[in-house]
């Protein structure tokens, strides 16, 4: 498909396109190709503080608005965003690399969050509360914390967008938002549509930048900014939550994981070899629920491996948009540079590579960041790859002989996003999840996620949650109104 026409610039703020004030840009490249696809305008602090302006001046007419209005919007969004789905589709597989069935796949989900949180935003209750006082009437409010700093990663170019903005909008926030720098192309789509279905000016604003500090400094010093959600690495995010607390600004993050996927001797270890290889190499590996550890019973390691090592094989890597592709590049060199280091660090420390294990090359991948889909086995808890999130087409495996032992390793880790487990046995099956440190457990089930539930991890995974009644949740807050109806004079305060 043509890209999108940058021509205006790719800043959206108060309702309008527009370049940065200093004018610098920034390219997008093809991850499949190295292709320059755009420049981009790169936002500096100027930019970012008049986005934060608008959005601010924009907060009490959009707060104001009934929840049916605002959920018109979101309404139409939706159904705009599922006639444009196979051209945002192609987009985002040449933008960000992902096969081409995958990224229609993330379309419709970035869809499902706009309808969702549609009607959620009908769904904001208050309360009345009983009193002590015959002449008093307790009610509570839940009402929009105001302007919302929104960072969106490059893994999931819409959906994370549509996660974030669906319920600021339903609640009644207003919004900036700075995509990845690796995929602002799929950004400036999303807004194009908020624009067409006549979202007022400055509730939502975009600012793509090269620089995520200039962006991140402004929402953190900007007494304007009350909320600041974040998807990304942990380190950035806890960099954000200390800044944050200066002003004690709300925040909301989810960041990486490390997931455990334990198949134990009862499952079908063939089914379960299927599902692992399912949910590992999903967008290359570059999710963060995609399983970290893969902890099979020595009892059916053999038949597992053989058939994992088999579906992997089949992996097809290239060009998202080529037909049969069924896996992409990584994002860019740095990401490549740690598959061979968590590589080259296992296999020194006792590691085997059963298939994989190296940078594809040859005329299809030399211009691109391919790294060939990879097994490992005898993997310890002295490498990298059984500690630190890799991002990346690796399924390292481990073996265990006890119930007990396994979910003592798979706790193990600073971590607690996603989990999985496969058994035939309903009792081990919620013994084996209410043990487990993490917030989300997949039974004999790959893809515990929708619009509908609750997203999110525990400990270094992040706090609070997207989706579900919970998601709305994070952008409202509580305010409590008590009401003096009888005719004696005032009573002294309780503190």
Known sequence: MAMPDTGAGTLYIDGKWRHAAAGRTFPVTNPATSEVLAQISAAETQDVREAVAAAESAFPGWAARTAYERAGYLHEAHRLMLERAEDLARLMTTEQGKPLRTARIEVQYAADFLIWFAEEAKRVYGQTIPSSRADQRFMVLHQPVGVVGAVTPWNYPISMLT???????????????????????????????????????????????????????????????????????????????????????????????????????????????????????????????????????????????????????????????????????????????????????????????????????????????????????????????????????????????DEDEVIKMANDTNYGLASYIYTNDLSRALRVSEALRFAMVGINDINPTSAAAPFGGVKESGLGREGGQEGIAEYLDTKLIGISIGQAGPVAPRG
């Open 163 to 401: 996660r974030k903005i669906g319920p600021a909008l339903a609640a009644g926030c207003t919004v900036v938002l700075k995509p990845a720098q690796q995929t602002p192309l799929c950004a400036v789509e999303v807004f194009r549509i908020l624009h067409e279905v006549g979202v007022p000016a400055g509730v939502v604003n975009l600012v793509t930048a090269d620089r995520a500090r200039i962006v991140g400094d402004e929402f953190l010093s900007n007494p304007a900014v009350r909320k600041l959600t974040f998807t990304g690495s942990t380190e950035v995010g806890k960099r954000l939550a200390e800044g944050a607390a200066r002003q004690i600004k709300r925040v909301s993050l989810e960041l990486g994981g490390h997931a455990p996927f334990i198949v134990f001797p009862d499952a079908d270890p063939a089914h379960a070899a299927r599902g692992a290889a399912l949910v590992k190499f999903l967008n290359t590996g570059q999710a963060c629920i995609c399983p970290n550890r893969i902890y099979v019973h020595r009892s059916v390691a053999d038949r597992f491996l053989e058939v994992l090592r088999d579906r992997v094989g089949r992996l097809k890597a290239g060009n998202g948009l080529e037909e049969g592709v069924t896996i992409g590049p990584l994002i860019d060199e740095g990401a490549l540079a740690k598959m061979d280091e968590h590589v080259t660090d296992a296999i020194g420390k006792g590691a085997t590579v059963t298939l994989g294990g190296e940078r594809l090359t040859g005329e299809k991948y030399d211009a691109g960041t391919f790294f060939a889909p990879t097994v490992l086995t005898d993997v310890t808890p002295e490498m990298l790859i059984y500690r630190e999130e890799t991002f990346g087409p690796i399924a390292p495996v481990v073996l265990f002989d």
